[in-house]
């Protein structure tokens, strides 16, 4: 069974920096897509950013692009979020999700997903 676990949120202020990690465990994952997503109190939950794990191609969120980088580490079988520039709307709880079908990297829905972690809350103080 597939785990995705992401510990690193946590609190940061506006303008500042933070990493989140999902390792993954339990399945192989040479033909899957990897995404974030982040639901902020009161609203739908909602892509960030996502990657083939074959290959490396991504896809990002228009308001995230050029800030957030996605990248994953096949040899630790594990997904990064590097995330610049915070603003305070980017306070959410933060989740790993995987799709066993490779193309969900290009346009990811949390209904195309196979697999998700808990999730990680990040806040940005202003």
């Not at 690193?8 to 990690?21: C, D, E, K, T």
């Not at 490396?56 to 969120?61: D, E």
Request: contains cysteine; aromatic residues 12%.
């Amino acid at each position: 069974q597939v785990q995705l676990v992401e510990p690193g949120g946590g609190l940061v202020q506006a303008g500042g920096s933070l990493s989140l990690s999902c390792s993954a465990s339990g399945g192989t994952f040479t033909s899957h897509a990897m995404a974030w997503f982040r639901q902020a109190p009161g609203k739908d939950r909602e892509s960030v950013a996502a990657i083939k794990w074959s290959g490396g191609s991504t896809y990002y969120r228009d308001s995230v692009t050029g800030r957030f980088t996605i990248s994953r580490d096949n040899a630790k079988r594990t997904v990064y979020l590097k995330m610049n520039s915070l603003k305070t709307e980017d306070t959410a709880v933060y989740y790993c999700a995987a799709s066993t079908t490779y193309t969900t990297y290009a346009s990811p829905s949390p209904s195309s997903m196979n697999y998700w972690g808990k999730g990680t809350l990040v806040t940005v103080s202003s």
